[in-house]
């Protein structure tokens, strides 16, 4: 094995912290069967849809076939997973695309069916699930009020927002109704992947490059940082979004982003950029966590935790889309220090998530 692969630690079995892992897939039935027929009618105008469901939900291969059994799994397989791999709780969450390439008027209709479902399966185990509520973003009175539904009648703890919705970003501000309950409900928006928009996907597809290789973190990225220049959270200071995969790398970016968009801000290049009230740095700080989904690799989780801060990074298995038991000891035998370890697999996810 390479320096960059060392190899995996075994998993600390006791650990002093619980592993909450906090970006976590499911998938009803129903919807699968949804997907299918419309994989065969092909009426939806979105390339990454085909590319993505047309693999997994086609059963073709093995990978596929345990993929599908995992996702729609909320009780015996998905438990015994967790427990091989030494998960405490999950924080579960309709896979992308959701309801989102469905109608306005019927995604709400299906996103109010599965928050139900996926609040009967937490009830039946408590101690194991929290989860986040599904919603319609074209639809933005309705998004609001059924985030306002999941949480305050069904126990919800924020939302799941899978980036684009029929190549729409939701930073203009007819959609911000969600956003509006979200802070007043005091709850996170999970800003979760989806396969590039339709006006952007056609350079990934040949190469490959359009899922969870590449093309996820240009679009969900892309979609955070919309949200950020827009005002959003000069609107809405007290909004939390959440980013995986440490952050679909824009922390990385921090610097250059910090720099580029506080020149271009008050240059008056761009008819819709101007200043905000504070530097994109302090926003990606302040109304942002991050989780490690995907990334089992210590160097850019202790990258987050250094420009970021402690207290906003979270662990995530991003199960079953990259199910890697091992990765779990990997993290733990992280060269940080024991508080930070437990801020990373517990503590935050507890307080962001309100777990007792
Ligand atoms: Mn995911």
């Not at 986040?132 to 999941?150: H, M, Q, T, V, W």
Request: charged share 20%; net charge negative.
């Amino acid at each position: 094995m390479s320096e960059r692969y060392p190899a995996m630690p075994a998993r600390n079995p006791a650990p002093p912290y619980k592993r909450i892992a906090t970006e976590e897939a499911w998938l009803p039935p129903e919807l699968m069967d949804r997907y299918k027929k419309e994989l065969e009618a092909k009426n939806i105008q979105d390339p990454g849809f085909y590319s993505l469901w047309g693999f997994f939900a086609s059963g073709s291969t093995p990978k596929a076939r345990a993929h599908s059994s995992r996702i729609q799994s909320l009780g015996e397989e998905r438990i015994a997973d967790m427990d091989g791999s030494g998960i405490d709780m999950q924080v579960l969450a309709l896979s992308s695309p959701g309801v989102q390439i469905f109608d306005p008027v019927e995604a709400s209709a299906l996103a109010r069916e599965y928050n139900d479902q996926l609040a009967e399966g937490i009830a039946r185990h408590p101690d194991r699930f929290v989860g986040l509520a599904a919603f319609s973003p074209l639809d933005p009175d309705n998004a609001a009020k059924e985030l306002e539904r999941g949480v305050k009648q069904l126990g919800l703890r924020g939302g799941i927002l899978n980036s684009h919705t029929l190549g729409t970003y939701l930073d203009d501000p007819k959609y911000w109704a969600l956003f509006e309950a979200a802070e007043a409900l005091d709850v996170p928006i999970y800003l979760h992947p989806n396969t590039p928009s339709p006006q952007m996907i056609d350079p990934f597809l040949p190469r490959g490059l359009d899922a969870a290789v590449y093309g996820f973190a240009c679009e969900t990225g892309l979609h955070a940082l919309r949200l950020v220049v827009s005002g959003l959270f000069d609107r809405f200071p007290k909004l939390q979004i959440i980013l995986g995969h440490c952050g679909e790398a824009l922390p990385y970016w921090l610097y250059r982003i910090d720099f580029m968009h506080g020149h271009i801000s008050v240059t008056g290049r761009y008819p819709n950029v101007g200043p905000l009230k504070r530097r994109a740095w302090d926003y990606l700080c302040d109304n942002f966590y991050y989780t490690s989904s995907g990334v089992g690799w210590a160097p850019p989780i202790q990258y987050v935790q250094d420009v970021i801060g402690v207290d906003r990074m979270m662990y995530a298995m991003d199960y079953p889309w990259q199910f890697v038991a091992d990765e779990v000891g990997a993290l733990d035998a992280m060269n940080i220090s024991d508080a930070a370890r437990k801020a990373f697999f517990e503590d935050n996810a507890r307080r962001v998530f309100k777990i007792t």
